[in-house]
């Protein structure tokens, strides 16, 4: 059996609920999150630990952090961490937000929540900019060994960190770019998705998971959100370490050669957190990491 929360590599999702949650009993945590364990499951509900939780009981997941805020070059890149992370993955609407109101009465006793977004699927894989999202995520085993925490101590095998960002989009800006600059802005034709000598400001050229030492491939589980009028990207990156999310990150806002990824033109991430997403044992989360 799969060591792993199966959500992360499984298949399309066709929708999705982010919900995000403090704590407002210290002493509730344990008997909440074992009756979270024993009524999710994790092929359908992802769950993420915060380093505040984490703290909270005591305990350390080597490797989690708290995402750093930055600013560079009138970028800013917020950092919003909170304590308990859900995605809820499905194809019904009503179900995912029944689901959601059950979650939330199980962890009433701990924890409060702080936000919900919901996604979308777009055109089967692709950005509300019009071009496809998550080109070139491994695939297979090479999702396995990207995504998934390998290590002998079986409390913490098997697990994954998390990357999160809801990414708000200017579509008025973009629309108003012209064919070719919208190309160069990702890299990509739009239609085809065929890479192009674009210029190195371009998406593919800032974010090339290949091009770092040591590559920093992640399993990317992005999706598009909308909430009224506004609208843009909930970027989801699960990784075996949160170096490799920086780095591009890094890379992206010009820290190493000067240079901005094109993106910022008309995207930005309103916040942003980490979470350390823990492995399962016999179907269900595995919560010895955390003394439970």
Known sequence: MKNYQIGILDGETKLGRYMTFSIHSITNIAATLISLKENIDSQFTVVGFGE??????????????????????????????????????????????????????????????????DSFQFDKNRDLSGYEDGTENPEGDDALVAAIFSSEITEINGGSFVAVQQWLHDLDIFEQMDKERQDNTFGRHAQSNDEFDAPSSAHVKRAAQEDFEPEAFMVRRSMPWADGMDSGLVFVSFANNLDKFEAVMNRMIGK??????????FTRPINGAYYWCPPTRNGKLNLSSLGL
């Open 52 to 117: 505040s939780l984490i703290t909270a009981l005591g305990k350390e997941i080597p490797g989690l952090r708290t995402m750093p805020a930055q600013s560079v070059g009138g970028i800013e890149i917020p950092s919003t961490p909170q304590s308990l992370w859900i995605w809820l993955r499905g194809t019904d609407r009503g179900e995912i937000l029944h689901r959601s109101r059950k979650i939330e009465a199980i962890l009433a006793d701990a924890f409060s929540i702080t936000s919900v977004i």
């Open 256 to 265: 190493d050669d000067g240079i901005i990824d094109a993106l910022f033109d």
